[in-house]
C-alpha cells in the first residue's frame, strides 16, 4: 500500500517568508509525528499527534512553529517568519498506534526547506 | 532527558568486512531501541529493532542485541556489501516520552569494492 507522502518534496524561501509543509500518513495511522534533520545532525522531535488527543507540541523550537491534524489523515507543518536557521529536511512519520513504545514509525521521503 | 549517542565519525571498509557501529543509550524506564537506514536518495527506513533487555533484532544480516547492562545496541554485520553504503541512525522510543523517537547523530558507511 502507499506509504507516508509529504509535499513539497522541496522548498526554497526568503528569510521572513511563511511556509506550509504537508504530510499524509498511511491509512489507519492514528499517530503522527513531525521531526527535523539540519546538516550533519540526527532527527528532533518536532510535534505529536494521536487521535483526538492534545498534540505534544513540546519539540517545537519557538512560537513561529505550529502544526495541525485533521481527524486522523493529513497534517500540516507552518513555520512562520522564516529563518535562515529553519533550514533543514523536514520529515513526517505515522505508526499504527502509541499504546505502547514498540510500534514502528514509518517515515516519509522529508520536505527539504532552504531559507535564503 | 532520553538520548542516543553514535560513535563519530564516517566508516568506510572494504566489502565482506566486518562492520560495527557502537550505539550507547540514555533513558528512564525501558526504551525500545532501533536502528534506522538511510540509503542514497531514498527516505528513512526501520532496519531493525528489539524491545526488551536481551532481544536481537536481526534483517539483511544485520544484528543488534539490547544490553541493558551496558546501555548500548551495537550494530553488526559480519560481511558487507556495496550497497549496504547508507547512513545508520540508532533510536530509542521512551513509553514515558509519547513513543517519539530520539536519534544519534547517524554514521555514514561506504563500502568500497
Known amino acids: 500500500g502507499a506509504g507516508v507522502s509529504q509535499s513539497p518534496s522541496n522548498k526554497v524561501t526568503e528569510k521572513g517568508k511563511d511556509v506550509e509543509l504537508r504530510c499524509d500518513p498511511i491509512?489507519?495511522?492514528?499517530?503522527l509525528y513531525w521531526y527535523r534533520q539540519r546538516l550533519g545532525q540526527g532527527l528532533e522531535f518536532l510535534i505529536y499527534?494521536?487521535?483526538?488527543?492534545?498534540?505534544?507540541k513540546s519539540g517545537l523550537p519557538s512560537d513561529r512553529f505550529s502544526a495541525e491534524r485533521t481527524g486522523e489523515s493529513v497534517s500540516t507543518l507552518t513555520i512562520q517568519r522564516t529563518q535562515q536557521e529553519d533550514s533543514a529536511v523536514y520529515l513526517c512519520a505515522s505508526s499504527l498506534a502509541s499504546a505502547a513504545n514498540t510500534d514502528t514509525q514509518y517515515f516519509g521521503p522529508g520536505t527539504r526547506l532552504t531559507v535564503l | 532527558g532520553d538520548s542516543v549517542t553514535q560513535m563519530e565519525g564516517p566508516v568506510t571498509l572494504s566489502e565482506e568486512a566486518f562492520l560495527t557501529i557502537n550505539c550507547t543509550y540514555t533513558a528512564t524506564g525501558y526504551p525500545s531501541l532501533f536502528w534506522y537506514v538511510q540509503y542514497p536518495g531514498e527516505g528513512l527506513q526501520l532496519l531493525l529493532k528489539a524491545t526488551k533487555a536481551d532481544d536481537k533484532g536481526s534483517n539483511k544480516g544485520f544484528e543488534a542485541t539490547y544490553r541493558k547492562e551496558t546501555t548500548s545496541f551495537h550494530l553488526e554485520k559480519g560481511s558487507v556489501q556495496v550497497s549496504d553504503s547508507a547512513v545508520y541512525f540508532c533510536a530509542l522510543s521512551s513509553p514515558d516520552g509519547n513513543n517519539r523517537l530520539a536519534f544519534g547523530k547517524g554514521n555514514q558507511v561506504v563500502v568500497i569494492p
Open positions: 491509512s489507519g495511522h492514528t499517530a
Open positions: 499527534f494521536q487521535g483526538n488527543s492534545a498534540p505534544d
